[in-house]
């Protein structure tokens, strides 16, 4: 039995934030199914906000922040993201973190899709896992324990009281256990739910089944974000920065349709606008071959660019690596010249604004666990994320989690765990292993995203809903008579598959549940049937609690603290 302070769960940002603030004044462990280098965090464009931007109040980046959510951030909880980044991107850059910077010197600053104010900023090689390598390096050199390749299976919570977790080492099939004083999840999201993603095939929502099973609710469930721009049919992300440059959105009939939804903001309206928008024009038959939306690069110069961008002090080198990048990814799946033709792009599934329930100090409803990035919901994104906010989460409250569960576990002693819980969890993963079943799990799989695609995706309604609740509860109960086909123990990834789509059919009930009771169009969340913003009766959230029948449903009321409901107009 191996035993440590501070257990954390998962090795992206999050996770190493944490580790990097509670390793200071304890002993700290990180497990992850996966080496950090391979989190889903590295392959993130490596944007973050730093607010206040110059000669801009504090109350730009909170009132943009806040309305992109369509009002349904918890207003306390931004506030306390926009006071922790200020601190946090100076204090990354003193422990070698280099930000891209302009030709005058200075911090280089733009706007993210959705808002104008210039707090956006980003890492030199324009990618997080620059991030996730410079906090690696100082943990490192800490000595912190990373158990890589363990893929942890349950929290071991007896009396409401975190305890450990257990783990399932991949590399050789053993069972640990690991007993602490405090857990830190930072697990991520949940987007291999769906067929049409960017999330990286690890996103199977891990943590959050984990705490949600054992009595820790989840809230937002519902709130999925659908990014704009992804490449067709291959789901490959084409960052905000394509538009940001100034691509250019076109349907089948050539027209730049933006104009009709978002007359001022265009391209970059906010996420939730721009994936309704082209999925309306597909759906209404101007999709282009009937399928996408065409993304034009073709009239950038790059000669010409400061003053599209309109910024004379941003180094020309900056953008044309950018378009290189998008040039090359064009090239490859999609066989186009993006100096010639469009780049052919859908909405594709990207981000999970619900996730475990917590407050602003990270703190779930069990004692001694703790959750932040987006395995957690605190919550600082409502129904829509605006750009470069989930990575500023994820350092925000990644630090604030290694700080709480360090003052925490100052004053708790290592409490015992049932010798009966272990072994059960035990039995039951090498019966999972063991089990000659007649289902499939890739079949299972597969048949759960498609569904969550086509049932639970950008445009809801209730027969679909209904339809996907009914489909995932099928799928459920086949999950019992599962077969693993392959019964080795060395890296026997069919196992891990198995085991994380329990995960997944746990986590696909609970957004469906949730999106089917919303009763409103709220941000990412569109329901046809009720295509309006019911600000009077829906600005709440919806409390899911665990049950193996039924999820339990409790609301509980946005918090608003600065800015009252309107309507958003871009």
Known sequence: ????????????????????????????AIVSKVHPLRSHTCVATGALHFPPAPNEPKEMYLQETIKGSDYMADQDAVDVLCDGAEVEIPWLESWGVVYARATDGEILRASPGGMSTRTGIIVSSQWARELVMTLQEQLWRRGVTFYDEWFATSLLVEDNVSRGITAYEIKNGEFHTIRSKAVILATGGFGWVYAMTTNSSICSGDGTAMAYRVGAPLKDPEFVQFHPTTL????????????????????????????????NYMELAPRDVVSQAMQTEINQGRGIEGKYIGLDLSHINMEELEQIIGLTTIPLSFF??????????????????????????????????????????????????????????VSVHGANREGANALTECVVFGKRAGERASEYVENQNLKPVSKEKIKSEENRLYKILNNRGEYSAPKLRDELRKTMWEKVGLFRNEEGLTEALKKIKELKEKYRKIRVEDKSTVYNNSFILVLELGNMLDLAEATTL?????????????????????????????????????????????????????????
């Not at 792009?345 to 604004?353: A, I, K």
Request: aromatic letters at 12%; charged letters at 30%; a negative charge.
């Open 320 to 377: 044309r690596r950018r378009l290189e990048e998008f040039a090359e990814l064009a090239r490859i799946y999609a066989e186009v010249d993006i100096t010639e033709d469009y780049i052919p792009v859908v909405p594709g599934q990207h981000f999970w604004m619900g996730g475990v329930k917590t407050n602003t100090w990270t703190e779930t409803s069990i004692k001694g666990l703790f959750a932040a990035g987006e395995v957690a919901c």
């Open 232 to 263: 067709y049919p291959r789901g490959t992300l084409i960052s905000e920065t394509a538009r940001v440059i100034g691509g250019r959105l076109y349907n089948s009939e050539g027209e730049r349709f933006m104009e009709r939804y978002a007359p």
């Open 1 to 28: 039995m191996i035993v440590h302070d501070i257990v954390i769960v998962g090795g992206g940002l999050a996770g190493l934030r944490a580790a990097l603030e509670a390793s200071e004044y304890t002993d700290v």
């Open 514 to 570: 949730a999106a089917l009771t919303r009763r409103e169009s709220r941000g990412a969340h569109y329901r046809i049937d009720y295509p309006d913003r019911d600000y009077e009766n829906w600005t709440k959230h919806i409390i899911m609690y665990y049950h193996p029948e039924k999820p339990v449903i409790k609301y509980e009321d946005v918090a608003i603290t600065m800015f009252k409901p309107e309507k958003r107009e871009y």
